[in-house]
């Protein structure tokens, strides 16, 4: 059993950064891959980036390839969202999650425990 919980949201204006952090609780967080989605309202939630479990390899939707950054620090227990040059269209709740394979790491039938999610608000 993993519980994670997201932090770090908030109102900001466009081409401002943000980092989001998901703190998971137990000792084997370092046993799964993490993966953060976001949904917008109206929208369904859309995969964001993912990060294996020694961090070794990321993985990022096309719409923030580059100025998104995923990271983690298994001595924490915890994974990073660095968001820079953010958009309006970034604008969600963010969802961290705990994959339980890579294959499917783009897809939330990969996920095994999710984090109740965070607000960011990019304002133009």
């Known amino acids: 059993q993993v519980q994670l919980v997201e932090s770090g949201g908030g109102l900001v204006q466009t081409g401002d950064s943000l980092r989001l952090s998901c703190a998971a609780s137990g000792r084997t967080f370092s046993s799964y891959a993490m993966g953060w989605f976001r949904q917008a309202p109206g929208k369904e939630r859309e995969f964001v980036a993912a990060?294996?479990?020694?961090?070794?390899?990321?993985d990022y939707a096309d719409s923030v390839k580059g100025r998104f950054t995923v990271s983690r620090d298994n001595a924490k227990n915890t994974v990073y969202l660095q968001m820079n040059s953010l958009k309006p269209e970034d604008t969600a709740v963010y969802y961290c999650?705990?994959?339980?394979?890579?294959?499917?790491?783009?897809?939330?039938?990969?996920?095994?425990?999710w984090g109740q999610g965070t607000q960011v608000t990019v304002s133009s």
């Open positions: 999650a705990a994959a339980t394979t890579w294959y499917l790491i783009r897809s939330e039938l990969g996920y095994a425990y």
């Open positions: 990060i294996t479990r020694s961090g070794d390899s990321t």
